[in-house]
């Protein structure tokens, strides 16, 4: 990835991990699965992005785009 663009696998990481511990201190109250899994795709994306930034993820976007149709289109 070239200097200067917008990274939005890493953005989107971010903005999960600043989200949570918003809901986690309004008064609704979160169960564990649900805190977990938004801790974990915040991780992901988070590492995704930061092996984006020196890496080509092409291949991941292409495996990705086949996995959604191969799911979606029976």
């Not at 917008?6 to 699965?33: D, H, T």
């Not at 938004?38 to 995704?48: A, C, D, E, K, Y």
Request: charged residues 15%; proline residues 3%.
């Amino acid at each position: 990835m070239e200097k200067g663009n917008f990274n939005k696998y890493l953005s989107i990481g971010v903005i999960i991990f600043a989200i949570r511990p918003l809901l986690m201190g309004s008064s609704i109250q979160l169960p564990c699965f649900i805190n977990g899994l938004i801790l974990g795709t915040g991780f992901s994306f988070t590492l995704i992005g930061i092996y984006s930034i020196n890496h080509d993820i092409s291949k991941l976007k292409n495996q990705k785009l086949f996995f959604i149709k191969k799911c979606f289109n029976k």
